[in-house]
């Protein structure tokens, strides 16, 4: 199994430009999300899917948009990047059990600097 | 605003010493995980304790939660050089996981 994979590893945007960033689990989890890590600071929920079709918001949505139009695959899309999305970029999925999410499967990340 | 806080924010110790860093969080959790970070790395999940136990095992950590106090701690004993990374709380509420902001442990040899 290849896990969580995300891509690309790195990019450079300038400002005003959109762009997806792409994550895959071939793990069958039904929950997907997606994270962003700032220097010397832990990660902060951007959005999350429960299932093929449902997604919902975390605690730092604006500026991006999810779909999970599959299990597998849940990109993540900046609509007008800003330099304050300058981040690291990661994506995570699990099972959700009758006690809550599960341990996270997290893929390797996505470096992004916006100019 | 995030779950939980990391304390202390670094530490730094012996090889063969144990390492404790304490999480506290802000409302209730179903569960609360305790992961890993190697630098410029993705995370690694290290244990999941649900909220109606108090202490888990795995290896050599042990982690401990006091949900009365809205606490938790992570016990690693006999550092080795390789446990040298961030590690951060999560607690885990219906949906959503909200992560601190960690606790940097060096070990040195």
């Known amino acids: 199994n290849a896990g969580v994979t995300q891509t690309p590893k790195f990019q450079v945007l300038k400002t005003g430009q959109s762009m997806t960033l792409q994550c895959a689990q071939d793990m069958n989890h039904e929950y997907m999300s997606w994270y962003r890590q700032d220097p010397g600071m832990g990660l902060r929920l951007i959005h999350y899917s429960v299932g093929a079709g449902i997604t919902d918001q975390g605690e730092v949505p604006n500026g991006y948009n999810v779909s999970r139009s599959t299990t597998e695959d849940f990109p993540l899309r900046l609509l007008s990047a800003a330099p304050s999305q300058t981040s690291v970029y990661f994506c995570a999925s699990s099972y959700v059990g009758g006690l809550g999410l599960g341990q996270q499967f997290f893929g390797p990340g996505t470096r992004l600097t916006v100019l | 605003s995030q779950q939980g806080e990391e304390d202390p924010q670094a530490l730094s110790i012996q090889e063969g010493e144990n390492a404790t860093m304490n999480c506290s969080y802000k409302?209730?959790?179903?569960?609360l995980q305790w992961y890993r970070q190697n630098s410029g790395r993705g995370l690694v999940h290290l244990i999941l304790i649900r909220s109606n136990e108090r202490e888990k095992h795995s290896g050599r950590l042990r982690v401990t939660l006091d949900t009365s106090k809205k606490s938790s701690s992570l016990l690693i004993t006999a550092s080795r050089a390789a446990d040298t990374a961030s590690y951060f709380c999560?607690?885990?509420?219906?949906?959503?996981?909200?992560f601190g902001a960690g606790t940097t442990v060096t070990v040195r040899a």
């Open positions: 409302t209730s959790i179903n569960n």
């Open positions: 999560a607690g885990a509420n219906d949906y959503k996981l909200s």
